[in-house]
């Protein structure tokens, strides 16, 4: 392989014109030719005999040409892209420029990773709510300990709103019964507005033994073939059930808890609800810090990183909803989207995801941030662990580069958070028009083509170098 010329172009686009030499290609052709022949028939010799030169001379000199190109242009690009430290970030546009017998020539249109122009990232300031707890809020907590411990009792009197109703169905249209209107022994709880309206009402006051028949008329945004239609149920009652509520006292607390009294139940409840809060108030701040380091920060994000970056996006849903069992067209029509609405959502994400990588890696450019070999086999030990991979399998999936990247990220997001202060956020400034564009270039893409990664262990989940090529996606074509 050979990098022919090297040329960097607006947009963070880059141009490679690379050779494969004529050994290498002619070895790629043999091995097609080894591959093939035992399909290629040719008169006078048994499948799979024919000589090389008797193949081409009956269907050209090109036959293994294309098959020999996808064989060797794959390496040759990834070893051009190493040789230039070139870090890419979305697929290759690939383009045969000469192939024959003297070797192969291709370019190779890539995108690499753009840097972010900082603006202020330290000292930044923005509001943090107090995590207060009310006597109302521990009592809101109680109530689901209150609800698993209340028992349904049955009461011999007439049905009340919030007590459940044990009863048999059935509806009829013009006389006649209809699909899905009869069931037997249904628990109804009375104002819960789980059945059609009407019908729930009409069960107040009735009790065990009871029979009504019900005056319904079917909503029109109902579905069709009952939509807007008057119907009759027949209803009998079997049972009239009450909700028996526990006396919350010491002893309830020493059923549904560890606690010995209802008091030290209670302030284990506010306690751990003050820890939620202070963890969702310092989550928001730090949010806040974030995005206005984004905000302050210049950078133009070339359109393939953000495609590259959705389309993974949308595959990996798709394989997560496809190992679930459901195919993922089925996934979308039940979830009334489609792969147009999917790829614009994705895109905007994919945009979000970007510009908080780019914000910190121009931070721990900027703070000169680095990663001790320590840190790193203390990651890796991590990794190892948590996934319950052997250590050598984890480094040979995940390249130390990734990993010290990462880690580097997050020390840049741990300086931010820690020089920010609570405070008044700055006034927005009126955005210019281009800001408001934003992710209109990505949206507009996926609106043109159709018109949520590969998933990595946590905290170590950003692919730096694209060495991927389009033969995942479409093998190049020859030129002959």
């Known amino acids: 392989m050979n990098v022919k010329s090297v040329e960097k172009q607006e947009k963070c686009t880059v141009e490679l014109v690379i050779e494969v030499g004529q050994e290498e290609f002619e070895a790629a052709v043999e091995q097609v030719y080894k591959k093939k022949r035992g399909g290629i028939s040719v008169p006078g010799f048994r499948k799979g005999k024919a000589p090389r030169k008797i193949i081409e001379s009956m269907y050209g000199t090109g036959i293994f040409y294309e098959d020999a190109v996808n064989e060797v242009y794959p390496k040759a690009y990834s070893e051009a892209v190493e040789q230039e430290n070139l870090d890419v970030v979305a697929w290759p546009k690939i383009e045969i420029q000469d192939v024959g017998k003297e070797g192969l020539t291709f370019k190779a249109t890539v995108t690499t990773r753009p840097t972010a122009t900082l603006g202020e990232y330290k000292g930044l300031s923005a509001p943090k709510n107090a995590a207060e707890v009310t006597a109302e809020d521990i009592e809101n907590e109680l109530k689901p300990f209150i609800s698993r411990a209340t028992r349904m009792v049955t009461v011999e009197r007439e049905a009340q ?18 699909e899905g209107g009869k069931a037997e022994g249904h628990s109804l ?89 202070e963890s969702q108030a310092q989550h928001e701040f730090e949010h806040a810090l974030m995005e206005q380091v984004m905000d302050n920060m210049q950078v133009d994000i070339p359109d393939p990183m953000v495609e590259y970056r959705a389309d993974n996006l949308v595959d990996n849903m798709a394989r997560r909803i496809t190992s679930q069992g459901i195919p993922f067209e089925q996934y979308l029509a039940m979830t009334g989207t489609d792969m147009n609405a999917m790829r614009l959502q994705a895109a905007e994400a994919a945009t979000a995801q970007i510009r908080r990588e ?56 741990k300086l931010i958070y820690e020089s920010g202060k609570v405070g008044e956020a700055p006034v927005k400034e009126e955005a210019p028009a281009e800001a408001e564009e934003k992710p209109k270039r990505a949206r507009k893409k996926a609106e043109d083509e159709a018109a949520d990664g590969e998933e990595k262990p946590k905290k170590t989940t950003r692919k730096r170098t694209v060495k991927k090529t389009e033969d995942e996606a479409g093998e190049a074509k020859t030129e002959e």
């Open 358 to 413: 780019l914000a910190l890696d121009a931070v721990a450019a900027a703070e000169n941030i680095q990663v001790s070999d320590e840190e790193l086999e203390a990651e890796y030990q991590r990794m190892s662990e948590e996934y319950s991979v052997s250590l050598e399998e984890v480094k040979k999936g995940v390249p130390e580069k990734d990993v010290r990247v990462e880690l580097a990220s997050q020390k840049a997001e």
């Open 189 to 277: 709880e009375l104002g819960s507005g789980s059945f059609v309206p009407g019908f729930e009402e009409q069960l107040v006051g009735t009790k065990a033994g009871d029979e009504k028949a019900l005056d319904i008329t079917f909503p029109e945004e109902y579905h069709e073939g009952l939509a807007g239609a008057a119907v009759v149920f027949q209803v009998k009652v079997h049972e009239v059930k009450e909700k028996q509520l526990p006396t919350v006292d010491d002893e309830f607390a020493k059923d549904v808890s560890e606690f010995e009294t209802l008091e030290e139940f209670k302030n284990d409840l506010a306690a751990k609800l003050k820890e939620r809060r």
């Open 161 to 178: 709103n919030g007590d459940t109703v044990v009863i048999d169905f059935e509806g009829f249209k013009d006389g006649e019964p209809f």
